[in-house]
């Protein structure tokens, strides 16, 4: 038997915002619609920006990407910043726990010294990826247009700090906190002749002008082929020199891509589908940064797994996603 | 040897700024390119000091904690029917401006946090900038989720965001923050880090949120306890950015004492809503508007420009002005919506005696001798049936947007009027503050989307104000605007309460003609 408290009823004299109700009908909406839906201004700006005259302040032409309506890209996880910060702080309990397990076994003390120097010279330096990736998803956030790709940009963009600091924190868990082995990892970005095609590519993304190649270039494309040759691939090597308690430290950032990838692929495909001629622009960003990062990989993935497949596995799962998305046949 | 640990400072750097690098393969300068046409000389972004040190781990922890207790309040007042807890519905006016000029502001700060954010090339002040965007985007959302309930039960915040972009009234907040994003970088910062946040910040969000405390709204209230921790970061960035642009070269001083003088006399513009809110709209005070101002502004902003006299700062322009005008400027701008009641979408009231006491009381120098008798003659004049509304449109300050009756200062009988020409055309404005900041950017501020020019040139359907009111402002005529006595918010209040106002107000109601 369901027990039913008696409270007092008031009737209502509508159900939401006028403009939820002019989008889904009068009905009640949920909290992610009442928050997302309509919060930019669409209209009457006062100023061109100083910095941009060109352009409104808010303007769908700072990408050739063409939406009837760019709230269309709503997102599946329906993150709005409550539900947000409270999943990743889920997350953030499940590793957090996993890093104060690791120190307190004392686990670090006994990796082998190969792969110290591994994690050193390919983990930790993708921090400078991850940083590059929150400067994109950032740069998607401000030039964007409506709230609700907007929003997802920022908790993408600032999700990729979480996770260049989770890879900084494996560093200072090696190095005992000095920030040693940090700055050993930072030489390797800056000078190993492994990582300069990859450190090329990082800035030059960071000067593309369309927000949209920018979001297709860092969270479809090199995404991809970077969390699986990282995070899956490197993970087995080291596993395999005997640093599988690795796994333990990177554990969020796979959780991360499951969450992620959801929303990016929905989105992906709306855009796709929305017409022919936005597919064919998805599909010639992909091609150019597609090329663009397998090279600039080549001599990293050379150098850090044995694997002479383990490029075209990773492209082999991009080309997989790029069916599924529907950019590709 | 033993290596060093790393203390708290140093570690917080190396998770944040020590992610970036020198570029060797692009230039940098196409990577961040809007942070030198200011004339701003930034010589060593090392020296940033991070007004805080928080890392994505702690501060989703910190975060989702108070969301879930925020959601609980929520929940909890939806499911109680908390708005009949309100002190009387006249309350929730405040917060129809509040949702209407107020939250878009915070959507328009999580964008211009977001572009600086992106923008700057050190990485220690754009990561702050990160993490105030996210806080600016929270706020947005958790207000919009806060009035969602007062949404179902009172009209006028049903469209708030479609009002924004259109009506009159919010032309003047929103065109406040088109007018910092369209700045560059460094404007931005002065203008919402410092001089909003930091040196105004408290006249905004005390009153509302105090102002909430005291009448009895537990949504809003809760909402403003749960972000101080947020400001206070805000807060912390404001006072960086000022110094630290200061200390970076000499030459940024002119330019910064200019954007200084500027978005303070832009904010003092803006705030004359709370002035009138504070004063007027709340039926339990907080204090008056004079008292606030003295107290956040001519005290606190005093001892802060007293420290910033080192740098070679004085004063903002137009300080002696607001003196003057804190006496003023809540009565000049209630008055005004109470003539424009049929256009706006709130409910406008004339103060009860007891009020009308309280402001002889809180204004002893100005009340009684220059505003207290328009009161009395406008109850009179309800009284008979004949509650006014000015039919003409008024002309509106090109800078702040405001209609253009204030008074001169000295002269509370004379209407200000300032005016400019620029190109060939004539632009008017309400004060010498903002015919100053219109002459130092004649070609920004000549493209002012002035709501009554563009009611005027056909911009806004029509052919009468009556159809751009209801067609394209959306404003639910004879429901969110016009008088509050007679309006369905209270009717609807007397039905929940199951009482009757007292018998004066119902005698008003009855013979208002006016209303429908």
Redesign the interface.
């Known amino acids: 038997m369901a027990l039913e408290i008696k409270t007092a009823t008031l009737q209502p004299i509508r159900n939401t915002f006028a403009n939820i109700e002019r989008r889904f009908g009068d009905k009640p909406a949920s909290r992610y619609q009442e928050a997302t839906y309509d919060l930019q201004a669409e209209t009457n700006y006062h100023y061109r920006p100083l910095w941009q005259p060109q352009h409104e302040l808010n303007d769908k032409s700072r990408t050739q990407i063409v939406m009837a309506d760019w709230y269309d890209l709503k997102d599946p996880r329906q993150f709005y910043y409550g539900t947000y910060v409270q999943q990743r702080a889920r997350h953030q309990e499940a590793a957090e726990t996993n890093y104060s397990f690791f120190e307190k076994r004392g686990l670090a003390e006994h990796l082998p010294e190969a792969v110290r120097a591994h994690l050193i010279s390919y983990l930790i330096p993708l921090r400078h990826v991850e940083h590059t990736a929150n400067l994109n998803n950032m740069y998607g956030c401000s030039f964007s247009y409506g709230a609700a790709i907007s929003q997802a940009l920022l908790y993408n963009g600032i999700d990729r700090l979480g996770n260049a600091q989770y890879l900084s924190k494996i560093g200072l868990i090696l190095d005992g906190n000095t920030g040693d082995s940090l700055a050993a990892a930072k030489q390797e970005w800056m000078q190993n002749p492994a990582w300069q095609a990859m450190r090329a590519l990082c800035e030059q993304m960071t000067t593309v002008e369309d927000w949209f190649e920018v979001f297709v270039a860092q969270d479809l494309v090199v995404d991809t082929l970077v969390f699986n040759l990282f995070y899956e691939q490197l993970d087995q090597k080291l596993a395999s020199m005997g640093g599988r308690d690795v796994a333990l430290l990177t554990e969020f950032m796979q959780v991360w891509t499951k969450d992620s990838s959801r929303w990016l692929d929905s989105v992906l495909k709306t855009v796709a589908s929305e017409s022919e001629d936005n597919r064919v622009l998805l599909a010639g960003w992909v091609k150019h940064w597609r090329e663009k990062t397998l090279h600039a990989l080549h001599p990293l993935v050379t150098a850090m797994l044995d694997d002479s497949e383990a490029l075209s596995i990773a492209d082999g799962l991009l080309e997989e996603r790029l069916k599924k998305i529907g950019i590709i046949q | 040897m033993v290596?060093?640990?790393?203390n708290l400072k140093?570690?917080y750097s190396?998770?944040?700024r020590?992610?970036?690098?020198d570029?060797?393969?692009?230039?940098r300068k196409?990577?961040f390119?809007?942070e030198d046409?200011e004339g701003i000389k930034i010589t060593d972004w090392s020296k940033w000091e991070d007004p805080f040190r928080l890392?994505?781990?702690s501060?989703?922890?910190y975060?989702?904690?108070k969301?879930?207790k925020?959601?609980a309040i929520f929940d909890a007042f939806a499911?109680?029917?908390g708005h009949?807890n309100v002190t009387d519905a006249r309350y929730v006016n405040a917060l129809k401006i509040f949702l209407t000029g107020v939250s878009?502001l915070e959507?328009?700060a999580?964008?211009g946090y977001?572009?600086v954010?992106?923008?700057f090339s050190g990485?220690g002040a754009r990561?702050a900038c990160?993490l105030q965007?996210?806080d600016e985007?929270?706020h947005?959302?958790?207000q919009?989720?806060a009035m969602?309930h007062y949404?179902?039960?009172?009209?006028g915040?049903?469209?708030?965001?479609?009002m924004?972009?259109?009506v009159w009234y919010l032309?003047v907040t929103?065109?406040f923050f088109?007018?910092a994003?369209?700045?560059?970088?460094f404007e931005f910062l002065i203008a919402i880090s410092f001089s909003f946040e930091y040196v105004l910040t408290n006249l905004l969000f005390v009153p509302f949120m105090s102002g909430a405390a005291h009448n009895g709204d537990m949504a809003t209230c809760t909402f403003g306890f749960s972000a101080q921790s947020d400001e206070a970061r805000h807060m912390t960035l404001g006072l960086e950015i000022i110094k630290f642009l200061l200390e970076q070269h000499e030459d940024n001083v002119p330019i910064v004492q200019k954007w200084i003088d500027k978005w303070f006399w832009r904010g003092t513009r803006l705030l004359s809503i709370v002035a009138m809110m504070m004063d007027y709209m709340l039926p339990n005070k907080v204090m008056s508007w004079k008292e606030a101002w003295e107290v956040y502004f001519e005290d606190a902003g005093g001892a802060l420009f007293k420290d910033l006299a080192r740098y070679g700062i004085r004063m903002p322009k137009f300080v002696e002005t607001t003196a003057k005008e804190k006496e003023h400027i809540s009565h000049q701008t209630w008055w005004i919506f109470y003539n424009y009641g049929h256009a706006a979408a709130f409910h406008t009231w004339i103060p009860s005696e007891e009020e009308l006491d309280w402001l002889s009381e809180k204004y002893p120098d100005t009340f009684d001798k220059y505003y207290r008798p328009r009161w009395e003659l406008a109850r009179e004049m309800e009284e008979r049936g004949e509650r006014f509304y000015t039919q003409e449109l008024p002309q509106l300050c090109t800078t702040c947007q405001i209609p253009m009756a204030f008074t001169e200062m000295d002269d509370p009988t004379m209407i200000s009027y300032r005016a400019s020409d620029y190109e060939g055309e004539k632009y008017h404005f309400c004060s010498d503050g903002c015919k100053h900041i219109f002459d130092q950017e004649p070609e920004?501020?000549s493209?002012?989307?002035l709501p009554v020019n563009?009611i005027y040139q056909g911009n806004c359907g029509g052919p009468g104000v009556e159809d751009v009111l209801r067609d394209y402002y959306?404003i639910n005529l004879g429901h969110d605007n016009m008088d509050f006595n007679g309006s369905p918010d209270e009717q609807?209040w007397n039905a929940?309460k199951g009482t009757e106002k007292d018998a004066k107000n119902k005698d008003a109601k009855d013979k208002d003609k006016d209303v429908a």
């Open positions: 290596a060093k640990k790393l140093d570690k190396l998770l944040t020590d992610l970036d690098w570029y060797d393969y692009a230039d196409e990577a390119p809007y046409f890392t994505m781990d501060y989703w922890k975060q989702a904690e969301e879930k925020l959601y499911q109680n029917n009949l878009p959507y328009q999580y964008q977001a572009h954010g992106r923008q990485a990561i990160q965007s996210i985007l929270r947005v959302q958790t919009i989720h969602s949404n179902k039960f009172f009209d915040l049903q469209d708030w965001t479609h924004h972009d259109r032309s929103k065109s088109d007018d994003r369209s700045a560059g970088p920004k501020f493209q002012s989307w563009q959306k609807r929940w």
